[in-house]
């Protein structure tokens, strides 16, 4: 079992920074691909970015050159850079945990709410 819990969201305005965080406890956090995704009001769920290690990471095309994913296995976290935010950023973002080759994830946090206005 693995708990996923999420912080950093909030809102900021276009082009502004924010820095998502998911603490992850349990067993064998190390061994999954930790990642996000993001969900806006009325569209379907979108990857956003994952991780596996620092020689297996992945970001969506939307947001490439502007965000950033990493992890720190000491501390079981994975954090999510987020810079030049837009608009269309705006969603409740996902953290995920799941075994490397999974289709779906195996653990879900709660969601956080990003949100990008002027």
């Known amino acids: 079992q693995v708990q996923l819990v999420e912080s950093g969201g909030g809102s900021v305005q276009p082009g502004g920074s924010l820095r998502l965080s998911c603490a992850a406890s349990?067993?064998?956090?190390?061994?999954?691909?930790l990642g996000w995704y993001r969900q806006a009001a009325g569209k379907e769920r979108e990857q956003v970015a994952s991780?596996?290690?620092?020689?297996?990471?992945q970001v969506a095309d939307a947001v490439k050159g502007r965000f950033t994913i990493s992890r720190d296995d000491a501390r079981n976290v994975a954090y999510l850079q987020m810079n030049s935010l837009k608009p269309e950023d705006t969603a409740i973002y996902f953290c995920y945990a799941k075994f490397r080759g999974a289709a779906e994830a195996s653990y879900w946090g709660q969601g956080t709410q990003v949100t990008v206005s002027s």
């Open positions: 991780i596996y290690n620092r020689a297996a990471s």
């Open positions: 349990g067993s064998r956090v190390s061994m999954y691909v």
